[in-house]
């Protein structure tokens, strides 16, 4: 098992509210990333980082926000959350060298009413 | 454009049978295929990752193939138990990338019965 966290593991929430999905990794990795997957579909990537200060906009258009202040932590951040964010969201993270292995923690179940 | 397309989308076998699961790419310049294990509910976790040069990779009862000539991988599962029940998705890597880019396709839901 890798050592990369996500809370919460399962999210209910009301259209409207402000949400901030936490992912933690001990690796020491300087690449993390974050992907958007539904049922029976592939993951999508909506955020990366290659290191601290450092995030940038996936493939996937999404109206989420990511920050990386700190090695270990790259939260994702939703102002306003609508029906259409359900979904599942998957946080990896990789050492950036030789086969580039991306390490993914468990994922958060987010459903907005 | 860079695709993974997985087959069958999902198959039923009986516990202590054989099955191979299929996988077809045209991500290119190619670096290095996996197999992810996903169960319902979970991140993947990694089976097996073959480079260009590999054509086997064996991982328990777990044996990837690879033919980087007609851009095919396989996955053979043997003697399978219930707790193979996931989903396995084949993820190609983008030796172009610095990200490490990955490519990942849909996946096979494998069910096994008792």
């Known amino acids: 098992e890798a050592d990369i966290y996500q809370t919460p593991r399962y999210l209910v929430i009301g259209t409207g509210k402000k949400i901030t999905l936490e992912c933690s990794q001990t690796?020491?990795?300087?690449?993390m990333y974050w992907y958007q997957q539904d049922p029976g579909m592939e993951l999508h990537l909506i955020h990366y980082s290659y290191g601290v200060n450092s995030t940038e906009k996936g493939d996937l258009s999404s109206e989420s926000t990511v920050s990386r202040i700190r090695t270990e932590h790259f939260p994702l951040t939703l102002e306003s959350a609508r029906p259409s964010h359900t979904s599942q969201y998957l946080c990896?993270?990789?050492?950036?060298?030789?086969?580039?292995?991306?390490?993914f923690g468990p994922g958060t179940r987010l459903t907005v009413t | 454009k860079n695709q993974v397309e997985q087959s069958p989308q999902s198959l039923i076998i009986l516990e202590g049978k054989n099955c191979t699961l299929q996988?077809?790419?045209?991500?290119?310049?190619?670096?290095?295929l996996r197999w992810y294990k996903q169960d319902t509910g979970r991140g993947p976790v990694s089976l097996t990752i073959?480079?260009?040069?590999?054509n086997t990779k064996s991982n328990g009862r777990y044996t990837a193939t690879l033919d980087a000539d007609t851009k095919q991988s396989s996955l053979h599962i043997t003697a399978s138990q219930l707790s193979d029940s996931a989903s396995y998705i084949c993820v190609v890597a983008d030796r172009g990338s610095t990200l490490g880019r990955l490519y990942f396709g849909r996946g096979t839901q494998l069910t096994v019965w008792p």
């Open positions: 990896a993270s990789s050492a950036g060298t030789g086969t580039y292995e991306q390490y």
């Open positions: 996988c077809n790419y045209t991500v290119s310049p190619f670096s290095n």
């Open positions: 073959m480079t260009f040069s590999e």
């Open positions: 690796m020491g990795h300087d690449k």
